[in-house]
Structures are given as structure tokens and as C-alpha cells.
């Protein structure tokens, strides 16, 4: 069968399923409506056409899920089954009940017919709608095979064509490799000759070049080697001028060490003499002032060595402070 004969086939089966559907659906209405309102209160009849509305809105949705489902081989599961079953049941009972209460088994048979063959309707297209899609997806299964062994096919005759192509083209492409190598072997050999001619020339030349480089080499170690003296001249008349200044300054050290030395000898000499008590000659004194003044005595202690008033002392004293501070400013200054 082709795809038209299936999707004819499986319209007759929707629209006769729905055919069946809607006239049990109209039936049960027609048939439960009396029922529930001899059992409904008067005031609530108008509520009577309410539950068979219900339970055949139940069997709507089922059968509408169970095709969809079936159409794309899914399953639903134990809860479809209840429900489908459930309602087939509640519709046969419903519209078996009136004649069943009457105990008229003809009328329970009637009445039995439509909410039977709607069970039956509803398990029937659903074992032929999983039937029918299990049946296509072989027939697809099958045309997917049977295409690609035709796209194999192709591909293989393609392949082919391209082997026998890349062959040619490897003949062709070995032809021109040999004649590219027998002209390139023609063209390296004039290309070595010429070569060898040019290295000649150049090793004479790298011969020139090296005789003139180490020429200008040796002229270069010549005129280092002169450098080298003069500055080694220079560093030894730098040293011997640094070890000249070197001596200079520790001699000058030394005798202003030595002067020191004296000077503190003199200051001594001039202090042991004690406390006086008349007044040294004015040189005497001075010399004596100054030597206290820079053994850091008190003003005191200076006039009782000298014998002079302490106002003296300390205008000495004063004028010794003003030389001490002129000199170090002149120091910074300089």
C-alpha cells in the first residue's frame, strides 16, 4: 500500500469511530437524561442531561488521546486503560440501569448495544491505529534502507569514478613529475656549474676579505695594546698621585695630632699650677683662661687659677665661644 491508501484507510477509521461515538454519546444522552430525573429533585431536572454529558465527554477525550497516541506509537500508560474502561462501564450502566430496575432484560439488552459496540469501537481503532502506525514505521524502515542503498550505490559508483579520475590524474601527474625532474636534473647541473664558478670567486674573495680583516684585526690589537699601556700608564701615575696625597694627609694628620698633643700638654701644664691668690701677669693669665676654656672648666674654677675676677674670666670666656663659632661657620661656609 502506498501512503494514500493509508492515510484513506485511516480516515474511514477516524470518521466511522467518530460516527460511532457521536450516535452513543446522543443515544446515552437520550436514554440516562429520564433516569436521573426520576432520581433528581424536581426543582434539579433541568440537571439531568449534566452527567451523561460528563461521562461522554470522558469517552471524548479518551478516544480523541488514544489516536493521537497511537499515530505516534507512544503508549499512555495504565491510566488511559482505567479511564477507557471506566467509562465504557459507566455508560452501559447507565443506560442499562432504567430497564435493569424494570428487570426488562430485552431493554437492558437494547440498551446494551450502543455503549458496547462504543467499547469495542474505541479498542478495536486503537489496536488498528498501532497497527497501522507499526505498519508504517516498517514501510519507512524499509524505504530508508532501500534509499540508502541506493545512496550506497551512488556513492560507490561515484567513488569509483573519482578513483579512476584520481588515477588519471596520478598517470598525468607522474608523466609531468619526470619530466619536471629530468629538466629540473638539466637545470641543477648548469645551476652546480654555475655554482662552483661563483664559489670560486667567492672563497677568492673571502680569501681578499679575510687577508684585509685580519689586517685591520692586527691594527685593531695594535692600537688596543697602545691603549691598554697608556692607560695602565695613567692608572699607575693615579695611584702614585693617591698614595702621595694619601701621605700628605697622614702626615697632616699626624702633626695636627702631634700639635694636639702639645697643646693638651701645655693646657695641663698650665692647670696643675692650682688656685692663686694674687693675680698672674695678663699673658699668663690669658694662656691660663684659654686652657681652661678648652678643658671646658667652670668660669670659676678658671679665675681661681688665674687670680683674676670672674667678670674677666667670662668676657675671655665670650670672646673664645665668638672665635670657636666664627671658625665653624668659616668651615661650613668653605
Same mark, same amino acid.
Given at each position: 500500500?502506498?501512503? #494514500?491508501?493509508?492515510?484513506?484507510?485511516?480516515?474511514?477509521?477516524?470518521?466511522?469511530?467518530?460516527?460511532?461515538?457521536?450516535?452513543?454519546?446522543?443515544?446515552?444522552?437520550?436514554?440516562?437524561?429520564? $433516569?436521573?430525573?426520576?432520581?433528581?429533585?424536581?426543582?434539579?431536572?433541568?440537571?439531568?442531561?449534566?452527567?451523561?454529558?460528563?461521562?461522554?465527554?470522558?469517552?471524548?477525550?479518551?478516544?480523541?488521546?488514544?489516536?493521537?497516541?497511537?499515530?505516534? @506509537?507512544?503508549?499512555? @500508560?495504565?491510566?488511559?486503560?482505567?479511564?477507557?474502561?471506566?467509562?465504557?462501564?459507566?455508560?452501559?450502566?447507565?443506560? #442499562?440501569?432504567?430497564?435493569?430496575?424494570?428487570?426488562?432484560?430485552?431493554?437492558?439488552?437494547?440498551? *446494551?448495544?450502543?455503549?458496547?459496540?462504543?467499547?469495542?469501537?474505541? &479498542?478495536?481503532?486503537?489496536?488498528?491505529?498501532?497497527?497501522?502506525? %507499526?505498519?508504517?514505521?516498517?514501510?519507512?524502515?524499509?524505504?530508508?534502507?532501500?534509499?540508502?542503498?541506493?545512496?550506497?550505490?551512488?556513492?560507490?559508483?561515484?567513488?569509483?569514478?573519482?578513483?579512476?579520475?584520481?588515477?588519471?590524474?596520478?598517470? %598525468?601527474?607522474?608523466?609531468?613529475?619526470?619530466?619536471?625532474?629530468?629538466?629540473?636534473?638539466?637545470? +641543477?647541473?648548469?645551476?652546480?656549474? !654555475? /655554482?662552483?664558478?661563483?664559489?670560486?670567486?667567492? /672563497?677568492?674573495?673571502? *680569501?681578499? !676579505?679575510?687577508?684585509?680583516?685580519? %689586517?685591520?684585526?692586527?691594527?685593531?690589537?695594535?692600537?688596543?695594546?697602545?691603549?691598554?699601556?697608556?692607560? +695602565?700608564?695613567?692608572?699607575?701615575?693615579?695611584?702614585?698621585? &693617591?698614595?702621595?696625597?694619601? &701621605?700628605?694627609?697622614?702626615?697632616?694628620?699626624?702633626?695636627?695630632?702631634? +700639635?694636639? /698633643?702639645? %697643646?693638651?700638654?701645655?693646657?695641663?701644664?698650665?692647670?696643675?699650677?692650682?688656685?692663686?691668690?694674687?693675680?698672674?701677669?695678663?699673658?699668663?693669665?690669658?694662656?691660663?683662661?684659654?686652657?681652661?676654656?678648652? !678643658?671646658?672648666?667652670?668660669?670659676?674654677?678658671?679665675?681661681?687659677?688665674?687670680?683674676?675676677?670672674?667678670?674677666?674670666?667670662?668676657?675671655?670666656?665670650?670672646?673664645?665661644?665668638?672665635?670657636?663659632?666664627?671658625?665653624? $661657620?668659616? @668651615?661650613?661656609?668653605?
Amino acid at each position: 500500500m502506498n501512503s #494514500v491508501q493509508i492515510r484513506s484507510a485511516e480516515r474511514a477509521l477516524s470518521v466511522g469511530t467518530w460516527l460511532i461515538v457521536a450516535g452513543a454519546m446522543l443515544y446515552s444522552i437520550l436514554t440516562v437524561t429520564p $433516569l436521573m430525573a426520576v432520581h433528581t429533585p424536581d426543582e434539579w431536572d433541568w440537571t439531568a442531561p449534566i452527567l451523561p454529558l460528563v461521562v461522554d465527554a470522558a469517552v471524548v477525550i479518551v478516544v480523541r488521546l488514544d489516536a493521537v497516541l497511537a499515530r505516534l @506509537g507512544g503508549q499512555g @500508560g495504565r491510566w488511559p486503560i482505567v479511564l477507557r474502561w471506566m467509562t465504557g462501564c459507566m455508560t452501559l450502566a447507565l443506560n #442499562v440501569a432504567d430497564s435493569a430496575l424494570r428487570k426488562d432484560l430485552v431493554g437492558v439488552a437494547v440498551h *446494551a448495544v450502543a455503549p458496547l459496540l462504543l467499547i469495542v469501537t474505541a &479498542e478495536t481503532g486503537l489496536a488498528y491505529r498501532r497497527a497501522i502506525t %507499526a505498519a508504517l514505521a516498517a514501510q519507512e524502515a524499509r524505504m530508508r534502507a532501500e534509499q540508502n542503498e541506493r545512496e550506497q550505490a551512488a556513492r560507490e559508483r561515484r567513488e569509483a569514478a573519482e578513483q579512476r579520475a584520481r588515477e588519471e590524474r596520478e598517470h %598525468a601527474a607522474t608523466l609531468a613529475r619526470e619530466q619536471r625532474e629530468h629538466e629540473a636534473a638539466l637545470a +641543477r647541473e648548469q645551476t652546480e656549474r !654555475e /655554482e662552483a664558478a661563483r664559489r670560486e670567486e667567492r /672563497e677568492q674573495a673571502e *680569501a681578499r !676579505e679575510r687577508a684585509e680583516r685580519e %689586517a685591520r684585526e692586527r691594527r685593531e690589537r695594535e692600537r688596543e695594546q697602545q691603549q691598554r699601556e697608556r692607560e +695602565r700608564l695613567e692608572r699607575e701615575a693615579a695611584q702614585r698621585r &693617591e698614595a702621595e696625597r694619601l &701621605e700628605r694627609e697622614a702626615a697632616a694628620r699626624r702633626e695636627q695630632a702631634e +700639635r694636639e /698633643e702639645r %697643646a693638651a700638654r701645655e693646657r695641663a701644664a698650665l692647670l696643675s699650677g692650682g688656685s692663686v691668690n694674687e693675680k698672674l701677669p695678663e699673658d699668663r693669665a690669658r694662656a691660663v683662661v684659654h686652657a681652661a676654656f678648652a !678643658e671646658g672648666l667652670a668660669v670659676r674654677a678658671a679665675a681661681d687659677l688665674c687670680g683674676w675676677s670672674v667678670g674677666w674670666v667670662s668676657t675671655r670666656y665670650q670672646e673664645y665661644r665668638d672665635t670657636t663659632v666664627g671658625r665653624t $661657620l668659616e @668651615g661650613a661656609s668653605s
